[in-house]
Protein backbone atom coordinates (compact mmCIF):
# COMPACT_ATOMS: atom_id res chain seq x y z
CA UNK A 1 0.00 0.00 0.00
CA UNK A 2 1.45 3.73 -0.69
CA UNK A 3 1.85 5.94 2.02
CA UNK A 4 -1.27 7.51 1.19
CA UNK A 5 -4.16 5.48 0.12
CA UNK A 6 -6.31 6.06 -2.26
CA UNK A 7 -9.18 4.89 -0.81
CA UNK A 8 -10.39 5.00 2.54
CA UNK A 9 -13.01 2.65 3.64
CA UNK A 10 -14.84 3.67 6.36
CA UNK A 11 -17.13 1.88 8.61
CA UNK A 12 -19.25 3.40 11.49
CA UNK A 13 -19.42 0.29 14.24
CA UNK A 14 -22.16 -0.57 17.11
CA UNK A 15 -22.90 -3.63 18.48
CA UNK A 16 -22.25 -5.85 15.39
CA UNK A 17 -19.88 -8.16 16.86
CA UNK A 18 -21.24 -11.01 15.23
CA UNK A 19 -21.14 -9.44 12.28
CA UNK A 20 -17.76 -7.73 12.03
CA UNK A 21 -15.70 -10.85 11.34
CA UNK A 22 -17.39 -11.25 7.84
CA UNK A 23 -17.31 -7.30 7.00
CA UNK A 24 -13.44 -7.01 7.69
CA UNK A 25 -12.77 -9.97 6.22
CA UNK A 26 -14.32 -9.50 3.01
CA UNK A 27 -12.94 -5.95 2.88
CA UNK A 28 -9.28 -7.31 3.67
CA UNK A 29 -10.05 -9.81 0.94
CA UNK A 30 -10.49 -7.35 -2.19
CA UNK A 31 -8.43 -7.85 -5.37
CA UNK A 32 -7.51 -3.93 -4.96
CA UNK A 33 -5.33 -3.43 -2.46
CA UNK A 34 -4.37 0.59 -2.00
CA UNK A 35 -6.49 1.54 0.54
CA UNK A 36 -6.78 2.07 4.33
CA UNK A 37 -9.52 0.91 6.68
CA UNK A 38 -11.17 3.69 9.20
CA UNK A 39 -13.41 2.19 11.50
CA UNK A 40 -15.26 4.12 14.64
CA UNK A 41 -17.06 2.48 17.23
CA UNK A 42 -19.44 3.84 18.61
CA UNK A 43 -19.79 2.91 21.92
CA UNK A 44 -20.75 -0.70 21.69
CA UNK A 45 -21.69 -2.67 24.46
CA UNK A 46 -20.83 -6.20 23.28
CA UNK A 47 -17.11 -7.42 22.24
CA UNK A 48 -17.11 -5.31 19.00
CA UNK A 49 -14.06 -3.01 20.32
CA UNK A 50 -11.91 -5.66 21.09
CA UNK A 51 -12.72 -7.76 17.35
CA UNK A 52 -11.96 -4.34 15.68
CA UNK A 53 -8.89 -3.80 18.12
CA UNK A 54 -7.21 -7.50 17.03
CA UNK A 55 -7.91 -6.77 13.70
CA UNK A 56 -6.35 -3.55 13.29
CA UNK A 57 -3.47 -5.23 15.33
CA UNK A 58 -3.37 -8.20 12.47
CA UNK A 59 -3.09 -5.32 9.36
CA UNK A 60 -1.54 -2.59 11.04
CA UNK A 61 -0.60 0.02 8.45
CA UNK A 62 -3.56 -0.53 7.06
CA UNK A 63 -6.06 -0.50 9.84
CA UNK A 64 -6.86 2.16 12.40
CA UNK A 65 -10.18 2.10 14.93
CA UNK A 66 -11.43 5.01 16.52
CA UNK A 67 -13.70 5.92 19.26
CA UNK A 68 -15.59 9.08 20.63
CA UNK A 69 -13.97 10.71 24.17
CA UNK A 70 -15.30 8.42 27.11
CA UNK A 71 -16.40 5.70 24.42
CA UNK A 72 -20.26 7.50 24.45
CA UNK A 73 -22.38 6.02 22.05
CA UNK A 74 -23.08 9.64 19.86
CA UNK A 75 -25.59 8.12 16.71
CA UNK A 76 -23.89 7.14 13.26
CA UNK A 77 -24.25 10.37 11.74
CA UNK A 78 -21.90 11.76 14.68
CA UNK A 79 -19.15 8.25 14.26
CA UNK A 80 -19.92 9.06 9.93
CA UNK A 81 -18.24 12.26 10.37
CA UNK A 82 -15.16 11.11 12.52
CA UNK A 83 -14.51 7.81 10.16
CA UNK A 84 -14.20 11.20 7.67
CA UNK A 85 -12.13 13.77 9.19
CA UNK A 86 -9.37 10.78 9.87
CA UNK A 87 -9.45 9.45 6.75
CA UNK A 88 -6.76 10.30 4.12
CA UNK A 89 -7.77 9.11 0.83
CA UNK A 90 -8.58 10.53 -2.33
CA UNK A 91 -11.86 7.95 -2.45
CA UNK A 92 -14.32 7.24 0.45
CA UNK A 93 -15.59 4.00 0.61
CA UNK A 94 -18.63 3.54 2.58
CA UNK A 95 -19.08 0.13 4.51
CA UNK A 96 -21.93 -0.99 7.24
CA UNK A 97 -20.32 -3.19 9.96
CA UNK A 98 -22.86 -5.57 9.01
CA UNK A 99 -22.81 -6.01 5.30
CA UNK A 100 -20.17 -7.55 2.82
CA UNK A 101 -18.46 -6.42 0.12
CA UNK A 102 -17.79 -8.61 -2.75
CA UNK A 103 -14.32 -9.22 -3.61
CA UNK A 104 -14.19 -7.11 -6.70
CA UNK A 105 -16.06 -4.62 -5.36
CA UNK A 106 -13.19 -1.54 -4.36
CA UNK A 107 -11.52 -2.45 -7.69
CA UNK A 108 -14.54 -1.76 -9.89
CA UNK A 109 -15.81 0.98 -8.10
CA UNK A 110 -11.55 2.86 -8.65
CA UNK A 111 -11.23 1.37 -12.02
CA UNK A 112 -14.59 3.17 -13.19
CA UNK A 113 -14.15 6.60 -10.88
CA UNK A 114 -10.25 7.10 -12.84
CA UNK A 115 -11.70 6.41 -16.02
CA UNK A 116 -14.47 9.20 -15.48
CA UNK A 117 -12.95 12.21 -13.93
CA UNK A 118 -16.24 14.01 -14.49
CA UNK A 119 -18.32 11.65 -11.54
CA UNK A 120 -17.93 12.65 -8.15
CA UNK A 121 -19.48 9.46 -6.84
CA UNK A 122 -20.78 6.12 -7.70
CA UNK A 123 -23.40 3.49 -6.42
CA UNK A 124 -24.41 -0.18 -7.53
CA UNK A 125 -27.03 -3.03 -5.83
CA UNK A 126 -26.62 -5.16 -2.87
CA UNK A 127 -27.75 -8.98 -2.83
CA UNK A 128 -30.00 -9.50 0.51
CA UNK A 129 -28.80 -12.20 2.63
CA UNK A 130 -30.33 -12.78 6.29
CA UNK A 131 -28.57 -12.72 9.56
CA UNK A 132 -26.43 -16.01 8.89
CA UNK A 133 -25.47 -15.18 5.39
CA UNK A 134 -27.73 -17.32 3.47
CA UNK A 135 -28.95 -15.26 0.06
CA UNK A 136 -32.73 -13.70 0.07
CA UNK A 137 -34.90 -12.62 -2.73
CA UNK A 138 -34.34 -9.29 -3.67
CA UNK A 139 -31.54 -6.63 -4.16
CA UNK A 140 -31.09 -3.70 -2.26
CA UNK A 141 -30.55 -0.13 -4.49
CA UNK A 142 -31.49 0.20 -8.11
CA UNK A 143 -30.49 1.85 -11.25
CA UNK A 144 -31.48 5.44 -11.38
CA UNK A 145 -29.56 6.45 -14.30
CA UNK A 146 -32.11 7.05 -16.72
CA UNK A 147 -34.87 8.49 -14.50
CA UNK A 148 -35.87 11.64 -15.54
CA UNK A 149 -34.95 13.77 -12.32
CA UNK A 150 -32.69 12.12 -10.23
CA UNK A 151 -33.51 14.39 -6.97
CA UNK A 152 -37.04 13.76 -7.35
CA UNK A 153 -36.53 10.03 -7.57
CA UNK A 154 -34.32 10.09 -4.52
CA UNK A 155 -37.13 11.88 -2.72
CA UNK A 156 -39.69 9.73 -3.72
CA UNK A 157 -37.57 6.49 -4.02
CA UNK A 158 -34.94 6.40 -1.16
CA UNK A 159 -32.37 3.20 -2.19
CA UNK A 160 -28.76 3.93 -2.84
CA UNK A 161 -26.64 1.02 -2.06
CA UNK A 162 -22.35 0.76 -1.75
CA UNK A 163 -21.47 4.30 -2.93
CA UNK A 164 -18.28 5.48 -3.65
CA UNK A 165 -17.32 9.57 -2.96
CA UNK A 166 -14.37 11.48 -4.05
CA UNK A 167 -13.18 13.30 -1.02
CA UNK A 168 -12.81 16.34 -1.97
CA UNK A 169 -17.02 16.00 -3.37
CA UNK A 170 -17.47 14.31 0.22
CA UNK A 171 -15.90 17.40 1.94
CA UNK A 172 -17.99 20.04 -0.34
CA UNK A 173 -21.34 18.86 0.15
CA UNK A 174 -21.06 18.61 4.05
CA UNK A 175 -21.01 16.40 6.83
CA UNK A 176 -24.05 13.64 7.98
CA UNK A 177 -26.77 15.20 10.22
CA UNK A 178 -25.96 14.93 13.28
CA UNK A 179 -28.86 12.87 15.41
CA UNK A 180 -30.13 11.86 12.07
CA UNK A 181 -30.46 7.79 12.22
CA UNK A 182 -31.37 7.47 8.25
CA UNK A 183 -28.65 10.99 7.89
CA UNK A 184 -27.60 8.95 4.56
CA UNK A 185 -30.74 9.44 2.53
CA UNK A 186 -30.64 13.29 3.52
CA UNK A 187 -26.89 13.38 2.67
CA UNK A 188 -27.01 11.29 -1.04
CA UNK A 189 -30.00 13.87 -1.87
CA UNK A 190 -27.40 17.08 -0.99
CA UNK A 191 -24.71 15.66 -2.99
CA UNK A 192 -26.83 14.46 -5.78
CA UNK A 193 -28.09 18.07 -6.37
CA UNK A 194 -24.47 19.30 -6.37
CA UNK A 195 -22.81 16.33 -8.28
CA UNK A 196 -22.99 14.21 -11.50
CA UNK A 197 -23.10 10.46 -10.22
CA UNK A 198 -23.33 6.80 -12.03
CA UNK A 199 -24.43 3.47 -11.97
CA UNK A 200 -22.68 0.21 -12.04
CA UNK A 201 -24.05 -3.09 -12.71
CA UNK A 202 -24.59 -6.03 -10.97
CA UNK A 203 -24.01 -6.28 -7.34
CA UNK A 204 -21.18 -5.36 -5.58
CA UNK A 205 -21.95 -6.94 -2.27
CA UNK A 206 -24.86 -8.03 0.48
CA UNK A 207 -26.98 -6.62 2.32
CA UNK A 208 -27.68 -7.93 6.20
CA UNK A 209 -31.79 -8.06 6.81
CA UNK A 210 -31.77 -8.72 10.69
CA UNK A 211 -34.64 -7.15 13.69
CA UNK A 212 -32.14 -4.21 14.33
CA UNK A 213 -31.46 -3.07 10.75
CA UNK A 214 -32.66 0.95 10.22
CA UNK A 215 -32.28 0.65 6.79
CA UNK A 216 -35.68 1.19 4.20
CA UNK A 217 -37.47 -1.27 2.66
CA UNK A 218 -36.42 -4.32 5.03
CA UNK A 219 -40.49 -5.52 5.28
CA UNK A 220 -39.58 -8.83 6.90
CA UNK A 221 -39.48 -6.93 10.39
CA UNK A 222 -42.26 -5.07 10.51
CA UNK A 223 -44.42 -4.47 13.21
CA UNK A 224 -46.48 -1.40 14.07
CA UNK A 225 -44.15 0.17 16.91
CA UNK A 226 -41.65 -0.58 14.22
CA UNK A 227 -43.26 1.06 10.86
CA UNK A 228 -44.41 3.73 12.88
CA UNK A 229 -40.86 4.35 14.34
CA UNK A 230 -40.21 4.38 10.75
CA UNK A 231 -42.10 6.78 9.34
CA UNK A 232 -40.75 9.50 12.55
CA UNK A 233 -36.78 8.30 11.26
CA UNK A 234 -38.20 9.68 7.58
CA UNK A 235 -39.66 12.55 8.87
CA UNK A 236 -36.52 13.81 10.28
CA UNK A 237 -34.90 13.49 6.86
CA UNK A 238 -37.65 16.05 5.28
CA UNK A 239 -37.73 18.13 8.21
CA UNK A 240 -34.26 18.66 7.87
CA UNK A 241 -33.91 19.53 4.13
CA UNK A 242 -36.71 21.81 4.33
CA UNK A 243 -35.31 23.74 6.95
CA UNK A 244 -31.56 23.75 5.03
CA UNK A 245 -33.77 25.14 1.52
CA UNK A 246 -34.94 27.49 3.82
CA UNK A 247 -32.23 28.66 5.19
CA UNK A 248 -30.48 28.95 2.03
CA UNK A 249 -33.11 31.63 0.35
CA UNK A 250 -34.21 29.44 -2.48
CA UNK A 251 -30.43 28.54 -3.83
CA UNK A 252 -30.84 25.26 -2.04
CA UNK A 253 -32.72 23.00 -4.81
CA UNK A 254 -34.95 24.39 -7.72
CA UNK A 255 -38.39 25.70 -6.46
CA UNK A 256 -40.38 22.84 -7.69
CA UNK A 257 -37.84 20.38 -5.68
CA UNK A 258 -38.70 22.12 -2.77
CA UNK A 259 -41.89 22.41 -3.04
CA UNK A 260 -42.14 18.48 -3.39
CA UNK A 261 -39.76 17.94 -0.08
CA UNK A 262 -42.61 19.67 1.69
CA UNK A 263 -45.13 17.42 0.19
CA UNK A 264 -43.19 14.59 1.10
CA UNK A 265 -43.00 16.30 4.43
CA UNK A 266 -46.66 16.88 4.78
CA UNK A 267 -46.91 12.88 3.62
CA UNK A 268 -45.37 11.54 6.63
CA UNK A 269 -46.33 14.02 9.08
CA UNK A 270 -49.68 12.39 8.50
CA UNK A 271 -48.28 8.44 8.31
CA UNK A 272 -46.11 9.13 11.93
CA UNK A 273 -49.86 10.87 13.18
CA UNK A 274 -49.42 14.38 13.56
CA UNK A 275 -52.54 15.34 11.28
CA UNK A 276 -52.33 19.15 12.40
CA UNK A 277 -48.73 19.67 10.97
CA UNK A 278 -50.38 19.11 7.49
CA UNK A 279 -52.14 22.08 6.08
CA UNK A 280 -48.98 24.26 7.01
CA UNK A 281 -46.63 21.92 4.75
CA UNK A 282 -48.95 21.67 1.80
CA UNK A 283 -49.55 25.84 2.34
CA UNK A 284 -45.59 26.18 2.33
CA UNK A 285 -45.33 23.41 -1.04
CA UNK A 286 -46.89 25.97 -2.87
CA UNK A 287 -45.05 28.96 -1.57
CA UNK A 288 -42.18 27.76 -2.74
CA UNK A 289 -43.35 26.98 -6.17
CA UNK A 290 -46.58 28.64 -6.97
CA UNK A 291 -46.49 27.31 -10.14
CA UNK A 292 -47.38 23.76 -8.89
CA UNK A 293 -50.84 25.38 -8.46
CA UNK A 294 -51.61 25.04 -12.58
CA UNK A 295 -48.72 22.15 -13.09
CA UNK A 296 -51.31 19.62 -12.23
CA UNK A 297 -50.25 16.62 -14.18
CA UNK A 298 -47.18 17.02 -11.57
CA UNK A 299 -48.86 17.46 -8.18
CA UNK A 300 -51.02 14.30 -9.26
CA UNK A 301 -48.56 12.68 -9.97
CA UNK A 302 -47.35 12.96 -6.83
CA UNK A 303 -50.30 12.77 -4.61
CA UNK A 304 -50.31 9.12 -6.26
CA UNK A 305 -46.61 8.20 -5.18
CA UNK A 306 -47.65 9.80 -1.26
CA UNK A 307 -51.64 7.82 -1.67
CA UNK A 308 -52.65 9.36 1.27
CA UNK A 309 -56.38 10.69 0.64
CA UNK A 310 -56.23 13.07 3.82
CA UNK A 311 -53.26 14.70 1.58
CA UNK A 312 -55.04 14.71 -1.15
CA UNK A 313 -57.44 16.64 0.47
CA UNK A 314 -55.21 18.77 2.33
CA UNK A 315 -54.10 19.77 -0.81
CA UNK A 316 -57.73 20.30 -2.31
CA UNK A 317 -58.18 22.60 0.63
CA UNK A 318 -55.26 24.74 -0.77
CA UNK A 319 -56.21 25.05 -4.20
CA UNK A 320 -59.57 25.99 -3.79
CA UNK A 321 -62.40 24.02 -5.70
CA UNK A 322 -62.07 24.77 -9.15
CA UNK A 323 -63.43 23.42 -12.59
CA UNK A 324 -60.12 23.56 -13.87
CA UNK A 325 -58.83 20.62 -11.66
CA UNK A 326 -62.31 18.69 -12.05
CA UNK A 327 -61.65 18.85 -15.59
CA UNK A 328 -58.29 17.67 -15.41
CA UNK A 329 -58.10 13.71 -16.27
CA UNK A 330 -55.08 13.23 -14.47
CA UNK A 331 -55.55 14.96 -11.39
CA UNK A 332 -59.26 13.20 -11.06
CA UNK A 333 -57.65 9.95 -12.25
CA UNK A 334 -55.02 10.24 -8.90
CA UNK A 335 -58.19 11.44 -6.77
CA UNK A 336 -60.51 8.04 -8.15
CA UNK A 337 -57.26 5.97 -7.36
CA UNK A 338 -55.99 7.09 -4.01
CA UNK A 339 -60.03 7.16 -2.69
CA UNK A 340 -60.17 4.04 -3.86
CA UNK A 341 -57.10 3.00 -1.70
CA UNK A 342 -54.87 1.44 -4.58
CA UNK A 343 -52.14 3.35 -3.79
CA UNK A 344 -49.21 2.26 -2.05
CA UNK A 345 -48.09 3.98 0.77
CA UNK A 346 -44.14 4.63 0.95
CA UNK A 347 -42.13 5.90 3.40
Known amino acids: MSRTPLVSVCIPSYNHARFLPATLDAIFAQTFRDFEVVVVDDGSTDNSLDILNNYAAKHAGMMRVYTHPGRQNLGVSVTRNLAIREARGSYWCPEDSDDVSYPDRI ?50 HPTIALAMIRMDCLKQVGPFEPGMVRSEWEHVIRLADRFPGAFLPEALGAHRNHHSNTSISLPQHETPERVLQDYRWSLEVFTTLCRKAEGADGQFFSPRIRALLELKRASLHLLARDKEVVPGAVEAAFRCDPSLRHDLKDLARYLKEFGSARLLLATIRELGYSPRWLGDADFMGALLRIGAGKVRRRS
Open 107 to 156: ERQVTFMEKHSDIAWIYGVSDFVDEDGHRLPGQYGYDLSSVPDLIEDLIL
